[in-house]
Nanobody, 115 residues
Framework: QVQLVESGGGLVQAGGSLRLSCAVSRDLFSFNAVGWYRQAPGKQRELVVRENSDNSITYTESVKGRFTISRDNGKNTVYLQMNSLKPEDTAVYYC?????????WGLGTQVTVSS
């Protein structure tokens, strides 16, 4: 069973930055994709960014230029650097990985951006 544990969420003022971390219990190279999703109150979960095994990266339009995904393969950890945060970025952020058997999810970390 794959375990993903997110950390780094919190309360930040608009314009501020946060870095989320996702510790994964398995070698990151074993996955076809790793990424971050978010779910705001009353809304569906949406993709924030996904990195595929061919190193292609897809960002949702609203975070382009502000958010950056990175990884430390030695630590099996995926990061999400979030800069220039806006109140509309407020959501629970989830880490996710995918292999040939399915998708795996963490429990999420809350990010709240005050105006």
């Amino acid at each position: 069973q794959v375990q993903l544990v997110e950390s780094g969420g919190g309360l930040v003022q608009a314009g501020g930055s946060l870095r989320l971390s996702c510790a994964v219990s398995r070698d990151l190279f074993s996955f076809n994709a790793v990424g971050w999703y978010r779910q705001a109150p009353g809304k569906q979960r949406e993709l924030v960014v996904r990195e595929n095994s061919d190193n292609s990266i897809t960002y949702t339009e609203s975070v382009k230029g502000r958010f950056t995904i990175s990884r430390d393969n030695g630590k099996n950890t995926v990061y999400l650097q979030m800069n220039s945060l806006k109140p509309e970025d407020t959501a629970v952020y989830y880490c996710s990985t995918r292999d040939g058997l399915g998708d795996y999810w963490g429990l999420g970390t809350q990010v709240t951006v005050s105006s």
